[in-house]
């Protein structure tokens, strides 16, 4: 069953995985236009709390999958049970694995990465890598970058620019793209170009692969000990606003724009 469900102003969608991956399967058949698809985690979400032109690329977006426990939480607070953890990490393997012969092109990293990541994803899946730049350029840059993304004629192309930045690319360059389906991978990269490591099935599903990922990539520590208390505030903070719109949305028809709130 496909529900919506509004955290901090973000509508996030939430389905089975397999009903998921069955609408990009759709979306890559049917070929109407370019559709956009992001992930949201704690820590993408406290950007558009901070961030009222991000938090509308967000919403601009076709697709919202929630990511990890503290979307969770914040949906349960909201009266719903998320049917699935949507996080790219799964749902983009999960749809090389279920469509073969999907042409896809790596856009982001650094070109060694994004060459042993294009490598990774030829090797554990049945589809055709047609293309891959890195993705350390400057806006003057792109202009060349899309004109060989659209001759490449790629079904999927995945941006790895990380938060926000990949978000804000896809919205600012996906009128220009000859692509179905455009999506915000994040990290995914690195897992494929076997820089990063997986926690452990146990861990994930016991809602604790942050904790993995700070220990294995200390960088992030700040990210998780100080932004996992703030989404927490600002889950429960949200909650009349978010609520409040989500009522409107159902009598206008409509997806409201997130309000403005303080952190």
Same mark, same amino acid.
């Given at each position: 069953?496909?529900? =919506?469900?509004?955290?901090?102003?973000?509508?996030?969608?939430d389905q089975?995985m397999?009903?998921?991956?069955?609408?990009?399967?759709?979306?890559?058949?049917?070929?109407a236009?370019?559709?956009?698809?992001f992930? =949201?985690n &704690?820590?993408t979400l406290n950007?558009? @709390?901070?961030?009222?032109?991000y938090?509308?690329?967000?919403?601009?977006?076709?697709l919202v999958?929630?990511?990890? *426990?503290?979307v969770r939480?914040a949906?349960?607070? +909201?009266?719903?049970?998320?049917?699935?953890?949507?996080n790219?990490?799964?749902v983009?393997? !999960?749809l090389? &694995? !279920?469509t073969p012969?999907l042409?896809?092109f790596?856009?982001?990293? *650094?070109?060694?990465v994004?060459a042993?990541?294009?490598?990774?994803?030829?090797?554990?899946?049945?589809?055709?890598?047609?293309?891959?730049?890195?993705?350390?350029?400057?806006?003057?840059?792109?202009?060349?970058?899309?004109?060989?993304?659209?001759? &490449?004629?790629?079904d999927?192309?995945f @941006?790895g620019? /990380?938060n %926000?930045?990949q978000?804000?690319?896809?919205? +600012?360059?996906?009128?220009?793209?000859?692509?179905?389906? @455009?999506?915000? *991978?994040g /990290?995914l990269?690195?897992?494929? !170009?076997?820089?990063r @490591?997986?926690a452990? #099935?146990? *861990?994930?599903?016991?809602?604790?692969?942050?904790?993995?990922?700070m220990?294995r990539?200390?960088?992030?520590?700040r +990210?998780?000990?100080?932004?996992n208390?703030?989404f927490?505030?600002?889950?429960? +903070?949200w909650?009349?606003?978010?609520? &409040?719109?989500?009522?409107?949305?159902r009598?206008s028809?409509?997806? !409201? #724009? %997130?309000?403005?709130?303080?952190?």
């Open positions: 069953m496909r529900r =919506v469900v509004r955290i901090v102003g973000i509508d996030v969608v089975e397999v009903e998921a991956v069955a609408e990009l399967q759709s979306i890559i058949r049917d070929r236009g370019c559709r956009s698809l992930f =949201v &704690a820590n950007f558009a @709390v901070e961030d009222w032109d938090s509308c690329v967000l919403n601009g977006s076709d999958f929630g990511d990890g *426990t503290g939480w949906a349960r607070l +909201r009266g719903l049970r998320l049917q699935a953890n949507l790219g990490s799964d983009m393997p !999960a090389l &694995a !279920a012969g042409r896809v790596l856009l982001g990293g *650094t070109d060694d994004n042993r990541a294009a490598a990774g994803v030829a090797r554990q899946f049945d589809v055709e890598v047609v293309g891959r730049h890195q993705g350390w350029l400057g806006c003057s840059e792109y202009a060349p970058v899309i004109e060989l993304i659209s001759a &490449a004629a790629p999927l192309l @941006v620019l /990380g %926000p930045g978000e804000e690319w896809i919205a +600012r360059y996906r009128a220009a793209l000859r692509v179905p389906l @455009v999506a915000g *991978t /990290g990269f690195g897992f494929w !170009a076997g820089n @490591v997986r452990s #099935t146990f *861990t994930r599903r016991i809602g604790m692969e942050w904790v993995d990922i220990i990539e200390p960088h992030k520590t +990210r998780y000990l100080l932004g208390p703030k927490l505030y600002r889950m429960v +903070r909650l009349p606003a978010d609520r &409040a719109d989500r009522n409107q949305s009598i028809d409509r997806v !409201a #724009t %997130p309000r403005r709130i303080s952190a």
